[in-house]
């Protein structure tokens, strides 16, 4: 598998972990239980994933 093949892999990773806080951080602002908050930090996830995309992206299209 080539560098690109890997990268745009890596890609749809971090768009996976995206999607998944995207909807854990929709249903903890939707929860019954205003004091029942957790611990992961889901928007600072989503944040981290959507760099980790463009970084990836990029990457990706350098490398081909």
Same mark, same amino acid.
Not at 55 to 61: E, G, K, S
């Given at each position: 598998? $080539?560098?690109?093949?890997? %990268? #745009?892999?890596?890609?749809?990773?971090?768009? /996976? @972990? %995206? %999607?998944? /806080? *995207? *909807?854990a951080d929709r249903r903890r =602002? =939707?929860?019954?239980?205003?004091? +029942? $908050? !957790? #611990?992961?930090?889901?928007? !600072? @996830?989503?944040?981290? *994933?959507?760099?980790?995309? @463009? /970084?990836? $992206?990029?990457? /990706? @299209?350098? +490398?081909?």
């Amino acid at each position: 598998m $080539t560098t690109q093949g890997w %990268l #745009w892999g890596a890609d749809g990773a971090a768009l /996976a @972990l %995206l %999607l998944v /806080a *995207a *909807a854990a951080d929709r249903r903890r =602002n =939707n929860r019954r239980d205003i004091d +029942a $908050t !957790g #611990w992961v930090p889901w928007r !600072g @996830l989503q944040v981290a *994933a959507f760099f980790a995309i @463009l /970084a990836f $992206t990029i990457l /990706a @299209l350098k +490398a081909g």
